[in-house]
Structures are given as structure tokens and as C-alpha cells.
């Protein structure tokens, strides 16, 4: 839905997920983003999910008819890999010689990729350089995309007459977006529809990452079949009550939704344990983002049984917007925040 209306044009972040589209339209005011519009096109059914996810052609006119019914001008795009589909690594290269460079890190990136390097775009970042032993010592983060995929992408983009100015990992635009430039280590968690993807972050860069089958629809459904309700109903308890109904005696509801969440808590605990597990490191706090990440008292419940701060992350905090939409975009910021990330990829 478009909630501004301006003649300025900006850019879209586009996050293709796993039931529909969402997109975030930003320009620049100043040194800062500005909100433009946002719309969203979620909730497909399973049947449909897996039509337009392989139809190049019905996602290009998913996103024409999302990008009209919000009202946006702009296209530039940066969009979104999903998580599950990048592989990423953190290599050491020694006294490389600097004009050598993007030779060493294809040869190092061949040892560790699971895949023949010529079926990826690959791409990487220096994060850090120190003198050790008289040597330098460079350590750098590679990312690296299916080709195929990235063709796929690029095919899509142009039927739906946009110009595709950058793909990139989903877990960076929740950095950016979530994080900004602050370099303390925290995890995120994006509790999705279907997976949630959980990353340690330290000095912006993602160290550890775990992406879980375990989302949303799971729970509404496990609470559908047990409360012998409707899955509509299901959805909607979910919210309402969510972990708030753990602390209730004897409560069907609660004893659902802490099973149900168990393998997800015990997959965070167990990054936790194995990062600062490396020496003295500490994982700061927990961001939670996601459409499912607004479930009553998640955040209070994960903080008290993991010890530690956990806050639904913010995804307006580097965006300018008018103070009275702001209830409105607290309620759908863990839906947008991958978008948000997007766009904002622009304005670094």
C-alpha cells in the first residue's frame, strides 16, 4: 500500500520471500533515507508458493502489482538471495602480493566451496589486515552466489522492466538495516513464515549462521491440530496470546508453543555456546525480525530463558518517516526488515 505521496523517486529493496514480495521504496533527503512507500504481497498457499517461486513471469508480475498498488516511482532495485542459497566463509591469506589478490582468494575459496567455482558469482571483503610474525596477514569474508540463480534473478527483473542494480544476502540488509554500523557482537533471528535464519554478527560481518525449519505457519498449524481450531484461528491466538500463556497452569496453548519453539531455542543456545566457546567473546544481545517475531512476549520469554537482552528489531531506525505512521510501522518493521535493508544498500 503506498502511504506517502511524493514526486520524488528513490530506490526499491525487494525481498523475495518464501509467500510473496515485499518491497520498501527510499530516496534521499539530505544525508538521510526518507520513506517513500512500502507494499507487501503475502500469504500465498502452498500450491501457489511453488508455482510463482518457479515462474519467472508470475513473480515479475507479483512484483508490477505490488510496485503499483503502493504508488512507487522508482526503478532501481537491489533484491534479496535468499540466506539458504549463499554459501559464505572466512579465508587467511599471507603476504599476498595485492595486484594477486583476486587470484588468491578464487584458489582459497575453491578448497571450502561445495560446488565448482565456475557455477558461482563470487565476491569478497577485506575485514581485517595485521602484521603477524613480520607477515601480513589478510582475513577476508567470500560470498558466493549460484550463477543459475543469479541468472534467474536478472531474467525476472528485466521482464518486469526494472534495473537490477544489486543482489546481496539477506542476513547483510538485516544487518544494515537492524544494525547499522554498530560492531558489537549480536545475533539476529528471522523468524519467518517457514525457516528461521539465525546469525552471529560480529563487527558486521556474519561469523555463524544456522537457518532452521522451524516458522510461524509451523506453529499455527501444530496449535490448529491440537486446539481442534481453524488455521485462521490459529494465527490469530498466536498472536494474541502467544508466550504469554506459558506462565498459565495446565495451558494447552502454552505447553504447544514451547515445544514447539524447543528446537529453535536450543539451536540458539548451542551458536551462543559455540561462539564464545572460541575464546573471550560474548554475544551482546538477540535481535528478533520476521513476520512471526511480534508473537505476544517472545522477546521477554527467549531473554529470560536465554540470560540475555532480546528486542524486536527496528527496521525505520536509519529511516526518516512522519511521526504519526509510527504505530503503523512498528507493527509491520519485522516484515519489512530485509526490504528495508535493501534500499538502504544505497544510501551507505
Keep these: 500500500m ?11 529493496g525487494i525481498d523475495m520471500g518464501s509467500s510473496g514480495v515485499k518491497i520498501v521504496e527510499l530516496t534521499k533527503v539530505g544525508d538521510q533515507a526518507k520513506l517513500l512507500s512500502y507494499g507487501f504481497s503475502e500469504n500465498l498457499t502452498p500450491d501457489a508458493e511453488v508455482k510463482w517461486r518457479n515462474d519467472n513471469d508470475k513473480i515479475a508480475e507479483l512484483i508490477v502489482k505490488t510496485i503499483a498498488q503502493a504508488g512507487m516511482k ?41 560446488v565448482p567455482i ?24 567470500v560470498i558466493a552466489a549460484p550463477r543459475v540463480l543469479v541468472t534467474k534473478y536478472q531474467d525476472i527483473f528485466k521482464k518486469a522492466k526494472l534495473k537490477l542494480i544489486n543482489l546481496e544476502s539477506e ?36 561469523f555463524l549462521n544456522r537457518s532452521i525449519e522451524i516458522g510461524g505457519d509451523n ?6 491440530q491440537k486446539m481442534s481450531i481453524s488455521l485462521e484461528e490459529a494465527e490469530q491466538l498466536k498472536f ?7 506462565d498459565s497452569a495446565d495451558s494447552q496453548i502454552s505447553e504447544t508453543i514451547q515445544e514447539s519453539l ?19 567473546k560474548k554475544v551482546e544481545k538477540l ?13 521477554n520469554y527467549l531473554s529470560r530463558i536465554l540470560n540475555m537482552n532480546v528486542i524486536v528489531g527496528d527496521s525505520w531506525s536509519h529511516i526518516s518517516y512522519p511521526l504519526e505512521l509510527k504505530p503503523l510501522l512498528t507493527e509491520i518493521s519485522p516484515r519489512l526488515s530485509v526490504a528495508a535493508g535493501l534500499a538502504l544498500d544505497r544510501f551507505e
Design 2 to 12: 503506498g502511504i506517502l505521496s511524493s514526486p520524488e523517486t528513490g530506490y526499491l
Design 287 to 299: 535481535i528478533l525480525t520476521g513476520g512471526s517475531a511480534l508473537i505476544s512476549n517472545l522477546a
Design 262 to 280: 524447543s528446537p529453535l531455542v536450543n539451536e540458539i543456545k548451542y551458536l551462543i555456546g559455540l561462539y564464545q566457546g572460541r575464546g573471550d
Design 74 to 114: 522508482a526503478t532501481s532495485v537491489v533484491a534479496s538471495l535468499p540466506a539458504y542459497s549463499v554459501f559464505s566463509s572466512i579465508i587467511n591469506l599471507i603476504d599476498i602480493d595485492k595486484e594477486k589478490i583476486d587470484q588468491a582468494v578464487e584458489w582459497e575459496t575453491k578448497k571450502v566451496l561445495p
Design 118 to 141: 565456475e557455477d558461482v558469482v563470487l565476491e569478497w571483503r577485506l575485514i581485517e589486515s595485521r602484521l603477524e610474525n613480520n607477515r601480513e596477514l589478510l582475513k577476508i569474508f
Design 219 to 224: 506453529l499455527s498449524k501444530i496449535l490448529a
Design 240 to 246: 494474541d496470546l502467544g508466550i504469554s500463556a506459558i
Design 171 to 206: 542476513t547483510f540488509s538485516l544487518i544494515r538495516a537492524l544494525m547499522g554500523r554498530d560492531k558489537t557482537t549480536i545475533m539476529i533471528a528471522e523468524f519467518g513464515a517457514t525457516t528461521t535464519n539465525v546469525s552471529i554478527i560480529e563487527r558486521g560481518i556474519p
